[in-house]
C-alpha cells in the first residue's frame, strides 16, 4: 500500500525557518517525481515544488522561488522541503504528492502538515 | 502562467442529478487536466487524468471531457458520497495550477 507522511510543520514566526519531511512506503520511491502541494486555511490548492525522480529536474512556484528548495534522499524514501524567509501567506497545510503517468498528476497524497507563519 | 477557471464556484444539487462543472484554460493545455475531488479535512482525491481518463476505482459515474482550452467533469448520477470540493489542474506546463474549486452542496 502506498503511503506518505508529512512532519515538521509547527507555528514559526515571520522570517523563521521550518523544514518539512514526507516519509514513503509501498513504492519505489526512487522511480516517481515528487511533489509538495499546499492549502491555506480555507482555500484552494496550490501547487509549490516538484522534483524528478533522479533531482535533475527542480521545478517551483513563483511564490516560493529563492525561499523553497525541495530535495529527496532515494535511500531513505524521502522527501524535503526546507522552508526559509517564511511569510504569513505561507500558513498552510502542506501535502506531499506523488506524481502518476510520467507526468505531473499526483495520485497519491500524503495527510498534509500544517504550517502555521505568525508571531 | 496559465490561469484555470472554474464555474461555478458553487453547486446545489440532489442525490440522482446529473451535474456538470466547466473549467476553462487562460491558453490551449491539450488534454493535460486532471480532475480531484477532496472532502473537508482530508487531502484531495485524483478522478480523472489526461482530461477523460478514469483513475482506477474511480466510480463510473465520473466522467470528464474535453482539450485545448474547455474541460468538464460529469457526475451522471450524484450519490451522498459524492458531495465535495471538486478541483481542476492542468500539467501541460509549470507551474501547474489548479481552479479555484467547485462546491457540490446538497440541496
Known amino acids: 500500500e502506498v503511503q506518505l507522511v508529512e512532519s515538521g510543520g509547527g507555528l514559526v514566526k515571520p522570517g523563521g525557518s521550518l523544514r518539512l519531511s514526507c516519509a514513503a512506503s509501498g513504492f519505489t520511491f526512487s522511480s516517481y517525481t515528487m511533489n509538495w502541494v499546499r492549502q491555506a486555511p480555507g482555500k484552494g490548492l496550490e501547487w509549490v515544488s516538484s522534483?524528478?525522480?533522479?533531482?535533475?529536474?527542480?521545478y517551483y512556484a513563483d511564490s516560493v522561488k529563492g525561499r523553497f528548495t525541495i530535495s529527496r534522499d532515494n535511500a531513505k524514501n524521502s522527501l524535503y522541503l526546507q522552508m526559509n524567509s517564511l511569510r504569513a501567506e505561507d500558513t498552510a497545510v502542506y501535502y506531499c504528492?506523488?506524481?502518476?503517468?510520467?507526468?505531473?498528476?499526483?495520485?497519491?497524497w500524503g495527510h498534509g502538515t500544517l504550517v502555521t507563519v505568525s508571531s | 502562467d496559465i490561469q484555470m477557471t472554474q464555474s461555478p464556484s458553487t453547486l446545489s444539487a440532489s442525490v440522482g442529478d446529473r451535474v456538470t462543472v466547466t473549467c476553462r484554460a487562460s491558453?490551449?493545455?491539450?488534454?493535460?487536466l486532471a480532475w480531484y475531488q477532496q472532502k473537508p479535512g482530508k487531502a484531495p482525491n485524483l478522478l480523472i487524468y489526461k482530461a477523460s481518463s478514469l483513475e482506477s476505482g474511480v466510480p463510473s459515474r465520473f466522467s470528464g471531457s474535453g482539450s485545448g482550452t474547455e474541460f468538464t467533469l460529469t457526475i451522471s448520477s450524484l450519490q451522498p458520497d459524492d458531495f465535495a470540493t471538486y478541483y481542476c489542474?492542468?500539467?501541460?506546463?509549470?507551474?501547474?495550477?489548479f481552479g479555484q474549486g467547485t462546491k457540490l452542496e446538497i440541496k
Open positions: 504528492a506523488r506524481c502518476a503517468y510520467g507526468d505531473y498528476v499526483f495520485d497519491y
Open positions: 491558453q490551449t493545455i491539450s488534454s493535460s
Open positions: 489542474q492542468q500539467y501541460n506546463s509549470s507551474p501547474f495550477t
Open positions: 522534483i524528478s525522480f533522479s533531482s535533475s529536474y527542480i
